[in-house]
């Protein structure tokens, strides 16, 4: 469970982590890893696949990181 007071608020009964704060979490663990899975992304923050899609689909388009089918790669990555 994420406990940061400042990135998050309780919601429903639930954490709610600020999208700017849980993008960057997003870049660490894909720059750390080198490739992040949605569903790894979605059960660590507890959101759906629509949010981590869309969540990736702007931090590519801000060049921070690669997106790629089922996932994000970190930006200049090679698998060779």
């Known amino acids: 469970m994420i406990h940061y007071k400042q990135e998050s608020k309780i919601v429903n009964g639930r954490i709610k982590i600020k999208p700017e704060y849980r993008r960057e979490r997003i870049i660490f663990y894909c720059s750390n890893s ?8 979605a059960d660590y923050f507890e959101i759906s696949t629509m949010t981590v899609l ?8 801000q060049g921070k990181l690669v997106r790629v089918h089922g ?6 990555f090679n698998n060779d």
Not at 34 to 41: P, Q
Not at 54 to 61: A, T
């Open 54 to 61: 869309r969540d990736l689909r702007i931090l590519h388009k």
């Open 34 to 41: 080198g490739f992040v899975t949605v569903k790894e992304i």
């Open 71 to 76: 996932g994000a790669l970190k930006k200049g």
